[in-house]
Structure formats: structure tokens, C-alpha cells
């Protein structure tokens, strides 16, 4: 396997990831330098999300119109500008603005890039390439609170969205050095129906569970808009069954293999959304620790991201999709369990040592289903695959934070006190239960499901004697 090829993306792809909970740490410090408050500026968190939501679709027609490899360069060229007007931003509208501008980029830039990894590997050598991007979909999340802190207390917010500027600059030269000029397979025309529709559904769900779990607006303003998504995306599934050439291709559902990538991965996304939001506020809540610490604390499970890479492949041939992810669903969720048993008198080692074997089967548990959703989809269909992997990802990320605020709201409502230790406890214990429901996906695969990626034969059957 080249290995320049995906580590080349998964710069990127680290850049975007970290980017989207980097300025957390920084919202008090925007909002007093451009005059607004926290809460407000958490428009601009949303903001993102929805931009994602909105381009991510279009992402996969993107790159067969114009080439999968400048449709990346492109990305994080918007990206990197809009990196610098939040820099540059001195009002509320003009820094969500440019937080919507970052998510263009940000939209473009990691579908398209898986799009990249998967058109220019062989299938037996895709589960290695997938662990090189697991590692930043994991580390990212992870490490951006802590940099932003940092950034933001011995330095200026301005550099948590200046440092992109280095890294884009790098990351557009070696894309244009290293990257394959990969083959554009079919030209289809824009489904300009499906764009709006697809695009109203998944931005309306995710700002509704957005301003439901971080509510910077009127609850009745989210409740109304996730409406409003789900009527889009029950509308989207009317015109997809009528378009010969739907922008997502939901016949992709018709394999089994397909399927359970998306259902299962997205149902074990929701623990893993809730818990980057979860764990820092119980350390700092719970524990008494600041946002620094609490970040150090959190970013060993990175550590234990980038160890699984060795072993992926082995793994994979050993056990074969089905047993890995079938199993690691389960053992994975125990692992978010486990956070609803530390207290402050936990030893902070053992919280360490917990946390680093979470993150190994966190990520072994991504690189399978992100290799899955490609196991069985022919080479044409990869760009059709791609945005609909993206959406379910964000979506169910999205629903998982606002499932751990809404059992945080509902636990202090039902004790009538304050936010407290206990409340986080039975939050981790609930988001891990929906977690482990990722094994009943997985249950009904073959053996031998996605055999080609994975490498895992097994043995046949002996024949009956006559």
C-alpha cells in the first residue's frame, strides 16, 4: 500500500476534525473580544454543522464532475479562507458566516478525500488505508479542546483558526504532489431537487439536535426545524424512489453488507458522540478540574486511535467483519460504561489506562465499518457510497450529543438540583446501551461478508457424506 496517499488525506482530515470542537475551549474569549456572549456564539458551532450538512451530499457529484483530486485541493483552499475570516471576524454575523464558509470546505474536504483513499487502493489493502483516517476522525475531537485552551490562554483565539493557514498551504502541496489523479467513473447530472431536499433534511436535523443539546436558541426554535427535517427527509425519499439518478443513492441499502456499515456505525456514533461531550464536563463539573486538565486527560484515548493502526489488518483477516464488529460493538460500549463508574477518588492512572484500551476499540470498531460501507460496492458506486457514509456520520454524531444534554436535562429535572456527578454516571450508562444495539446490525452478516477487503476465508464446510 502507498502509504503517502492516506496520510497525505488524513492531514486534512485531522485539520477539519480538530477544527470543529477547537474553538469550544474559546467561546468566552471570542464572544468578549466581538462583543456577544457564549451562548450566542455557539450559532457559530451550529453553523458548521449545518454547512456540513447542507454540501456533504453534493460532495460525491462533486468529485465526478470535476475530479475527486481537485475537488480536495479546492476544499481546503475554502477551508483555509475561511479559517482566515474567522480570524479576522469582529461581529457575531460575520463569524458565523465564516464558520458556514469552513464548513464548505470542510464538507468537500472528507468525503471527497475517502473517495480519494478508496479509488486509488487495491480492496485487500483498504482496511489498512482506512486506519490511517480513523486516527483523525478520533484524535481530532480529542485534541482540539485542549489546543484551543492553549491557544486561546497564552497566546489569541485568532491563532486557533491562523494555524490552519500552515497546514492547508502544506496540505494543498503534497495533495497536488502525492494524490493520484483518480479516474472520474460516470457523469451524472446535478439532482437539483434531491440537492434542496437532501440538503433542508440533514441540516434541519442536525440544527435541530444541535440547538436542543447546546441551546444558544429557543428550544421550540429546534424542535421546529428537526421537524422540518424529518418532513424534508420523508420528501427526499418520495423523489429518490421517482429520479432515475438520485444525488443519494438509496438502492446502495439494498446490500445487506451496506446496510449494516450504516445502521450499525451510526447507532455506536451516537456514544461516541455524547461521550467527547460528556467526559470534559464531569471532569470539570464532577472532578473540580480545569479544561486543560481534563483535555490531557481525554486525549490518551488518542493514543490508544493511533496504536490500534498496527494490528488492523491482522485483525480483520483473523476475525472477518462480522465477528469484529459484532463483538467489538459490545466491547466497545462496555468501555463508554466504564466512564459512568470513575469518581473523583478514582485513581487518575487507572482513568488513563481505561480510557487508552476505550480508544484502541474505538477505532478498530471505525476502520471496520468505514472499510465495510465499501466492501461490496462496486468501483462506480463508490461516489454515490461516500456522501451517504458522511451524512449518517454527522447526523448520528449530532444525535448523540443532544441525547447526552437530554439525559443530563432530564436526570436534574427529575432530582430537582443542580448538574452533578450522578447525572453524568447515568448519561454513560444510557448512551452506552444504545451503543451496543450496533451488534444486532451486524448479527445477520455472512461470515464472510466483505471477504475481499477483510482477507477472512473461512473455512468451508464439509460436504455431507453420501
Known amino acids: 500500500m502507498n502509504r503517502i496517499v492516506p496520510l497525505v488525506l488524513a492531514v486534512a482530515l485531522f485539520m477539519e476534525q480538530m477544527d470543529s470542537t477547537v474553538i469550544s475551549t474559546s467561546l468566552p ?10 451562548i450566542a456564539l455557539k450559532l457559530a458551532l451550529t453553523a458548521y454543522l449545518v454547512s456540513l450538512a447542507v454540501f456533504i451530499p453534493v460532495s460525491g457529484w462533486m468529485a465526478d464532475r470535476f475530479g475527486a483530486k481537485n475537488v480536495f485541493r479546492a476544499a481546503i483552499v475554502v477551508f483555509v479562507l475561511g479559517s482566515i475570516a474567522c480570524a479576522v471576524s469582529n461581529s457575531l454575523l460575520a463569524f458565523v458566516i465564516s464558520r458556514f464558509a469552513q464548513g464548505v470546505g470542510g464538507a468537500m474536504m472528507t468525503p471527497v478525500g475517502r473517495l480519494v483513499l478508496v479509488r486509488s487502493t487495491p480492496r485487500s489493502e483498504l482496511v489498512g488505508a482506512m486506519a490511517w483516517l480513523t486516527v483523525p476522525a478520533l484524535v481530532g475531537p ?67 439536535l444541535s440547538v436542543v443539546s447546546l441551546p444558544a436558541l429557543p428550544v421550540w426554535v429546534g424542535i421546529t426545524t428537526l421537524i422540518i427535517g424529518l418532513i424534508s427527509t420523508v420528501l427526499y425519499l418520495i423523489h429518490a424512489k421517482r429520479t432515475p439518478e438520485p444525488l443519494l443513492a438509496l438502492d446502495l441499502f439494498k446490500n445487506q453488507v451496506f446496510r449494516a456499515s450504516i445502521f450499525g456505525g451510526s447507532l455506536f456514533r451516537i456514544g461516541v458522540g455524547a461521550t467527547p461531550f460528556l467526559l470534559p464536563l464531569m471532569f470539570q463539573i464532577g472532578f473540580g478540574m480545569t479544561p486543560f486538565q481534563s483535555g490531557l486527560i481525554t486525549f490518551v484515548s488518542a493514543a490508544g486511535a493511533i496504536g490500534m493502526k498496527l494490528v488492523t489488518k491482522w485483525f ?22 466504564i466512564n459512568g463508574f470513575f469518581t473523583p477518588q ?10 487508552l484500551v476505550a480508544g484502541f476499540f474505538r477505532s478498530l470498531f ?27 456520520q454527522q447526523i448520528s454524531i449530532a444525535l448523540g450529543v443532544a441525547v447526552a444534554g437530554g439525559i443530563l436535562e432530564v436526570s436534574t429535572s427529575l432530582h430537582d438540583r443542580p448538574l452533578g456527578l450522578a447525572d453524568f454516571h447515568t448519561a454513560f450508562f444510557l448512551v452506552a446501551a444504545i451503543s451496543s444495539l450496533a ?28
Request: glycine share 10%; no cysteine.
Open 366 to 392: 471505525f476502520t471496520g465499518t468505514n472499510a465495510l460501507a465499501y466492501a461490496e460496492v462496486p468501483n462506480e458506486q463508490t461516489s454515490l457510497a461516500t456522501p451517504i457514509a458522511s451524512v449518517a
Open 439 to 466: 451488534f444486532f446490525s451486524f448479527m445477520p452478516m455472512k461470515p464472510d461478508a466483505g471477504a475481499e477487503v477483510s482477507g477472512h476465508y473461512p473455512p468451508a464446510k464439509p460436504a455431507p457424506a453420501e
Open 346 to 355: 478514582t485513581p487518575t492512572a487507572l482513568i488513563i489506562v481505561l480510557l
Open 316 to 337: 480483520f483477516r483473523k476475525t472477518g467483519f462480522r465477528n469484529a464488529l459484532m463483538w467489538g460493538s459490545l466491547v466497545a460500549a462496555s468501555f463508554i460504561a
Open 142 to 208: 480529542l485534541l482540539g479542546p485542549p489546543i484551543g485552551g492553549f491557544l486561546t490562554t497564552y497566546f489569541t483565539w485568532h491563532w486557533i483558526f491562523l494555524i490552519n493557514v500552515p497546514i492547508g498551504l502544506l496540505g494543498i502541496w503534497f495533495a497536488t504532489r502525492y494524490l493520484p489523479d483518480v479516474e472520474t467513473l460516470i457523469q451524472r447530472k446535478l439532482d437539483v431537487p434531491g440537492f434542496f431536499l437532501s440538503g433542508i433534511a440533514a441540516s434541519g436535523v442536525v440544527f435541530g
Open 29 to 38: 474569549a471570542i464572544a468578549a473580544d466581538i462583543g456577544t456572549s457564549p
